[in-house]
């Protein structure tokens, strides 16, 4: 009988430390992890519209050359200006698929945005470089 009231007690004491409310401690604790995550997201949203930012100014840029270059097509020789014209047509589908990605971009998750901004990167360098490799054809 004894072991059975010192068994009882144990049990409603265990259940009353279980039921005991969080001190303001923890209230605090879960505060301020709330408002770190707040801050990852918003300077996460911040870096990312930057990004953004960043590479339509590298592709506006690279329009503005195509542009030029198309003008030049008028001062070509016929048999160079085929030659130009496939050059254009190239960088402008390179252009066209990083516009695409571009526009991706701002419409993924946190989880996929490492890996959408790692295609973009590959990308836009894949354009940076067909434009180098074309200048020599429009000096």
Do not use: H
Not at 32 to 57: F, I
Not at 111 to 127: P, S
């Amino acid at each position: 009988m004894y072991r059975y009231l010192l068994s009882a007690l144990l049990i409603a004491t265990l259940a009353l430390i279980g039921c005991e409310k969080p001190n303001s401690t923890e209230r605090v604790s879960t505060t301020e992890v709330r408002q770190e995550t707040r801050t990852e997201k918003a300077t996460q949203t911040v870096q990312q519209e930057e990004y953004r930012k960043k590479v339509e100014a590298d592709i506006e840029k690279l329009e503005k050359q195509l542009d030029a270059w198309r003008a030049k097509l008028k001062d070509a020789s016929k048999e160079n200006r085929e030659k130009l014209e496939q050059t254009i047509m190239r960088l402008d589908e390179k252009r066209a698929e990083a516009r695409k990605r571009l526009e991706k971009l701002g419409e993924q998750s946190k989880d996929a945005w490492e890996d959408v901004k790692k295609g973009m990167d590959g990308a836009l360098d894949d354009l940076k470089d067909a434009f180098d490799k074309a200048k020599e054809n429009f000096k």
